[in-house]
Nanobody, 125 residues
Framework: EAQLVESGGGLVPAGGSLRLACTTS????????ISWIRQAPGKERETVSC????????YYADSVKGRFTISSDNAKNTVYLQMNSLKPEDTAVYYC??????????????????WGQGTQVTVSS
């Protein structure tokens, strides 16, 4: 069974850091792109970052460029999101999701085939 499990969320003060992990199983990791998507209360889902495991190419939303870094460990079938200089507006539930359409799910969430259960990130001011 294909599965994605997020970990690493928590409560941090503004300016702090967290590293989220998306551990995957049950599918061919290299054939998929992984997206990190967040949703804050009352707001629409927003793609934060995504990475194509086949070549490591990455995308970042303008709101997180320079602060967040996505990386992939193909040996562990895990994608990480290092989040630095966190702001209160980064508070959200963070989901990882996967698509086999060459990363199209990064831009169109309807293309995402697999989702994790989400992990809460709360940044206090």
């Amino acid at each position: 069974e294909a599965q994605l499990v997020e970990s690493g969320g928590g409560l941090v003060p503004a300016g702090g850091s967290l590293r989220l992990a998306c551990t995957t199983s049950g599918f061919t990791f290299d054939n998929y792109a992984i997206s990190w998507i967040r949703q804050a209360p009352g707001k629409e889902r927003e793609t934060v970052s995504c990475i194509k495991n086949s070549d490591g190419s990455a995308y970042y939303a303008d709101s997180v460029k320079g602060r967040f870094t996505i990386s992939s460990d193909n040996a562990k079938n895990t994608v990480y999101l290092q989040m630095n200089s966190l702001k209160p507006e980064d508070t959200a539930v963070y989901y990882c999701a996967a698509d086999s359409f060459h990363g199209y799910g990064c831009y169109d969430h309807s293309a995402l085939e697999l989702w994790g259960q989400g992990t809460q990130v709360t940044v206090s001011s």
